[in-house]
């Protein structure tokens, strides 16, 4: 099993729909990651948190909003969503931000379909 | 351009056969080489990190090389098993931007009994 839980593995929602994504690890890491993957394609960037605070935003369109509460959750916050959005999304963290010694540790992701 | 390319893109083997993926980058300034195993409808798990001072690094039956001078990567697998059915995925660190990670497109591997 994963060191990186994602809630919910599964989402289904409306373009006007609200949700969140949610990603929490405690195994001390300080930065933490949003990725996008679509259908046989590599992760695509979103977002990296260094130390809580927002330090890549890859231009990611605004209905995305990340959150980072505290060094060991990550959230994403959904809004307004376009059915091009529907992808799985992976939350990652490091020890620290993509040094040598900080190899990426992947959740599982949450599946989300956007209707 | 920061590239990272894969080969084969898809690879069909039997059980007990070893086999070498490849990886090619052109990425530039080079920090280091990952490669990650990734289950269908998981998240991508790391199998080794690589400088450009270190040539092989294994993990169990997984090694993987890397020539820095012609930016040239490989993964082999010893004795593939059924479970090593993944997308194996490539992927090159950049110190440009902050250290950026360039991934490449990976390779489908299929283990038949």
């Known amino acids: 099993d994963t060191e990186v839980t994602q809630t919910p593995k599964h989402l289904v929602m409306g373009m006007t729909n609200k949700k969140s994504l949610k990603c929490e690890q405690h195994?001390?890491?300080?930065?933490m990651y949003w990725y996008k993957q679509k259908a046989k394609k590599p992760p695509e960037l979103m977002f990296v948190y260094s130390y809580e605070k927002l330090s890549i935003n890859e231009s990611v369109p605004s209905r995305f909003s990340p959150e980072c509460p505290n060094s060991s959750l990550l959230n994403l916050h959904l809004h307004a969503l376009q059915p091009e959005d529907s992808a799985l999304y992976l939350c990652?963290?490091?020890?620290?931000?993509?040094?040598?010694?900080?190899?990426?540790?992947f959740g599982n992701g949450t599946r989300l379909t956007v209707t | 351009k920061n590239q990272v390319e894969q080969s084969p893109q898809s690879l069909i083997i039997l059980e007990g056969k070893n086999c070498t993926l490849q990886c090619n980058y052109t990425v530039s300034p080079f920090s280091n080489l990952r490669w990650y195993k990734q289950d269908t409808g998981r998240g991508p798990v790391s199998l080794t990190i690589m400088t450009f001072s270190e040539n092989t690094k294994s993990n169990g039956r997984y090694t993987a090389t890397l020539d820095a001078d012609t930016k040239q990567s490989s993964l082999h697998i010893t004795a593939s098993q059924l479970s090593d059915s993944a997308s194996y995925i490539c992927v090159v660190t950049t110190m440009e931007y902050g250290n950026k990670l360039v991934f490449g497109a990976g390779t489908i591997l299929r283990v038949k009994s």
């Open positions: 195994m001390g890491h300080r930065a």
């Open positions: 990652a963290s490091s020890q620290v931000p993509l040094s040598y010694n900080s190899p990426l540790h």
